[in-house]
């Protein structure tokens, strides 16, 4: 069964940081390109880091300099460390999976940061 598990949302000052984690299922994560999209109130679900098929890495405009992703193999999970996270930061968190034709979401954690 394919599962994705988000963790680490929460409430933060702007400035502060967050770091969020996504266990996955080891042949998902084993054979997926893995990354973070999150979603704020009214808007469209949006990129903000992935690897890619080939291992490298993409991050939105917005975030670059600021969230890094990275993944720890031995424990299939994906993370996505936020620093300086500023009030538009603000939104619900998904972890991705893509394989092939197919594309998994978790179930979302929610990050709000206040002014």
């Known amino acids: 069964q394919v599962q994705l598990v988000e963790s680490g949302g929460g409430l933060v000052q702007a400035g502060g940081s967050l770091r969020l984690s996504c266990a996955a299922s080891?042949?998902?994560?084993?054979?997926?390109?893995m990354g973070w999209y999150r979603q704020g109130s009214g808007k469209q679900r949006q990129l903000v880091a992935r690897f890619t098929s080939g291992g490298t890495t993409d991050y939105a405009d917005s975030v670059k300099g600021r969230f890094t992703i990275s993944r720890d193999n031995a424990k299939n999970t994906v993370y996505l460390q936020m620093n300086s996270l500023k009030p538009e930061d603000t939104g619900v968190y998904y972890c991705?999976?893509?394989?092939?034709?197919?594309?998994?979401w978790g179930q979302g954690t929610q990050v709000t940061v206040s002014s």
């Open positions: 080891g042949k998902i994560f084993s054979t997926s390109a």
């Open positions: 991705n999976a893509v394989a092939g034709p197919y594309v998994y």
